[in-house]
């Protein structure tokens, strides 16, 4: 069921059409309707960004490779545009008007490069549904501009000819696991290899990111966290807000009415740790 849709984005001046598939499956008891956790992932290369939501500026210099978030964000429509560090709203690189964002569901907003290498960005919702006892879930999400991939744990295929911008997941044994990246089909690597610690009861969402033509592919992760058994509400996770000045862009866009976050945090944030 799609509830809700993001348009008129705009990235060098083309516009698409973004959708959020299958919120429904994911959203939280009625007492948590009217609000969603919205966390963001900066995945564009060489290109830090002032960030405006609703013709405001909500950050300055929001670096690539960074996760922020999650934001209780309330159910509404919001501009979203990014600029070039001190520049107006007006001269936006990459621009969503009227996102309308629904209520109860767990939602990651990724910044990153279309398989082509132009920017976009990409809405994924996240899977909170419960995991059994000893076993992590681990989502893998192809926002690079590279060819298909396979994603390897060990040395052994888990993911295979994953594709911009889709996603793969499975739940696996709790522990650390050596994951690399490589074009797919073959051994070569693209990404990795990087020790992957997936704690019991988590989610950990990898993004590939990056530019195999300028040969700067890079991972990012998030966690979320509290999917021991089934959530009282929707369970947050974390973007890595140490050390970012999130809080008090939260409490000035909270006294506006606007509970909107992108930005801050740091690379392969995990949950209450910040760098990993």
Known sequence: MQLSYFRRVAAGGAVAALAFAGVAAFTASPAYAATSKVSVVHGIPDTPVDVYVNGKKTLNNFKPGDVAGPLNLAEGEYDIALTKPGEPVGSAILKVDNAEVPGGANISLAAHLDAAGKPKITPFVNDVSKVDAGKARLIVRHTAAAPAVDVRAGGTPVFKGLTNPKEAKAD????????????????????????????????????????AEDKNLDVVAQTITGLHSAPGGVPSGDGGQAGTGVQTWWYALAGAGVLMLLGGGVRMATARTGRK
């Open 172 to 211: 696996v044994d709790a522990g650390t696991v050596k994951a690399d990246v490589v074009l797919a089909g073959t051994d070569t690597v693209a990404i990795g290899p990087a020790d992957l610690n997936l704690k019991e009861g988590t989610a950990t969402i990898v993004y590939a990111i990056g530019s």
